[in-house]
């Protein structure tokens, strides 16, 4: 990087933050895809399973682990009016493996102040990237 924390080679991404980047779509696409999808205790399988095939089916993507807390699902419901409820962020268990050009990231679903964040949990790079 020059004096101005800019970068010398043009500012192209390493295959690190490329790697990350695509993390971050996948999530994006997931979350926003599913958020407000009607679930209850007997969808609430299948509804996990078909998340994680639809955004495996995205480039760079090798593993996408999708769960939906079956306690927490079940405090929702109870506090509703229904028998079932819509799924958001505090109800999921997300883990998304992205593989670009040998670097892999894995991504979770953390909640921070009751608000869904995408956390980078690790990233395994090559020793140029």
């Known amino acids: 990087m020059d004096d ?20 971050g779509i ?6 926003h895809q599913f958020a407000g999808t009607p679930v209850s205790p ?7 399973a078909a998340m994680a095939e639809a955004i495996e089916n995205q480039p760079h993507c090798r593993e996408v682990v999708v769960s939906i807390d079956a306690e927490a699902l079940s405090e929702e419901i109870e506090s509703g009016s229904a028998d079932y409820t ?11 493996h ?12 953390v909640m921070e102040e009751g608000y869904p964040l995408m956390s980078i949990r690790e990233i395994d790079r090559p020793a140029d990237g």
């Open 4 to 23: 101005s924390g800019h970068r010398s080679d043009g500012g192209a991404p390493t295959r690190a933050e490329q790697a990350c980047f695509e993390a």
């Open 26 to 31: 996948k999530f994006g696409s997931l979350y």
């Open 42 to 48: 007997d969808s609430a399988e299948s509804l996990a």
């Open 86 to 96: 819509e799924l958001t962020g505090r109800l999921l268990d997300v883990e998304i």
């Open 98 to 109: 992205v593989e670009y050009e040998g670097c892999t990231v894995i991504a979770e679903l």
